[in-house]
């Protein structure tokens, strides 16, 4: 028997990727699966950004790289996010990493000591709660009140748990799972507290640019929040490089030089021609973005419609990100099913309908009494929407209750 470190057992898990595999398990008995459960983009890249990578093969841009990212990206980065978040920004701003989900960890390692605390959202990405743990940090959950207009920040359950302990704030504007989204008077609350209490900030960006209307805007733009916040961007939502593994961490030059530093422990460098993959993508004008844009647009409004005529099910249409979160509170109390993990499993095993719930982004507070899903259409089609969620509703709205296979 391996006797692995303690700090094993504090790692949590990304759970989406558990519902996918009961999802496979399905289609490999030959049933149709409707694949609501994964954030994964089903438009391709777009072909110029290909070509580019493939060019940088054939150019020898095979090797090694600088840790922190090559200077043509970094340099495109600084205009690229200084222009869309009011910033000012040069490439020491910039270190460039395999993807989004690395600025986590990073970020965490570089300014958390153990047993310092810090807030997280909840519900919300599970990595974060897994990386406070892991690296001996005492994890925090706030969560977020459902008003009119969608889910705002709860301030009564951020500002009760600050303490001289407290360190860190992580901060998802355009919010997994909930589409939340910030209007200015709580962004500005939110910077006010966080200089307050002297609090480092993660602001994870990953879906800064999937925004149906409007401008977005970042809080480290804000008076006295640069000094103290990182930003997490990542090139898999904007350009449809989900598989690519690429992103970056922006923020102060002190912590990004501590964060590239990292990068020599770890990965060395980020892959070196998708790097100049990515160049192209953010130095080319194209259409790509926006038509990707519509056909997200379009299959919200089709998801968001068919949601809300279902008996026991709201939504509201959010205006940014990918994902929808259906209170089925009533839905559940039709069928006479208890929990959101049986009505999930029930949907699947029906309908094939797959996707996953509020206690898969956090252990849900004790003063939660509703229920909700969360359904990702950034993978699937429009017709398969249609089709979908049409049966989940015949099995919502038939007279018998339902129990699990």
């Known amino acids: 028997m391996v006797n692995f470190a303690d700090r094993i057992s504090l790692l949590g898990t990304e759970t989406a990727f558990a519902v996918g595999a009961e999802a496979k398990k399905l289609t490999d008995r030959g049933f149709k699966v409707y694949p609501f459960h994964l954030g994964d983009l089903d438009i391709p890249t777009p072909e110029y950004v290909v070509e580019a990578a493939v060019k940088a093969m054939k ?3 095979t090797g090694y790289c600088a840790t922190q990212g090559i200077a043509p990206l970094r340099e495109a980065l600084a205009e690229d996010i200084g222009t869309a978040r009011d910033l000012t920004l040069d490439m020491e701003n910039i270190s460039i990493q395999t993807g989004g989900k690395p600025v986590i960890g990073k970020f965490i390692m570089s300014l958390m000591n153990p047993g310092d605390e810090v807030l997280y959202p909840n519900p919300g990405y599970p990595i974060y709660e897994s990386l406070i743990r892991f690296h001996g940090g005492v994890a925090k959950p706030y969560g977020f009140i459902e008003n009119d207009l969608g889910f705002a920040l709860d301030f009564d359950s951020i500002e009760s748990q600050i303490t001289p302990k407290t360190k860190i704030f992580i901060y998802n504007n355009y919010h997994n799972p909930t589409s939340a989204e910030s209007d200015p008077a709580e962004m500005q609350r939110l910077a006010e507290f966080c200089i307050r209490h002297n609090l480092y900030v993660l602001s994870d960006e990953a879906y800064f640019d999937i925004l149906y209307e409007g401008q977005g805007k970042s809080i480290a733009s804000l008076p006295g929040m640069f000094d103290r916040t990182v930003i997490l961007y990542t090139f898999s939502k904007r350009f449809a ?3 690519w593994r690429l992103g970056a961490a922006i ?3 002190e912590i990004i030089s501590i964060i590239s530093k990292l990068n020599i422990n770890d990965e060395s460098c980020s ?3 998708v790097q100049w993959a990515a160049v192209e ?4 004008p194209s259409d790509n973005y926006q038509e990707m844009m519509d056909i997200l647009r379009e299959r919200r409004d089709v998801a968001v419609d068919l949601l809300n005529s279902m008996e026991g099910i ?3 249409r ?3 990100t990918f994902y929808l979160f259906p209170n089925v509170t009533s ?4 069928l006479d099913i208890k929990g959101v993990e049986e009505f999930r499993k029930v949907i699947l095993d029906k309908t094939g309908v797959s996707f996953t719930t509020r206690d898969h982004f956090g252990t849900p507070f004790p003063s939660e009494t509703q229920k909700y899903i969360r359904l990702a259409y950034s993978g699937i089609s429009k017709e398969n929407i249609l089709e979908g969620l049409g049966m989940m509703k015949e099995l919502i709205e038939s007279s018998s209750p339902c129990k699990a296979l």
């Open 59 to 61: 150019d020898g841009k």
């Open 241 to 243: 490089m989900t598989g």
């Open 251 to 253: 923020g102060p030059k």
């Open 271 to 273: 892959n070196h021609f």
């Open 281 to 284: 993508a953010i130095r080319t």
């Open 314 to 316: 709201r939504v509201h």
């Open 318 to 320: 959010p205006n940014s």
């Open 331 to 334: 839905a559940m109390k039709k």
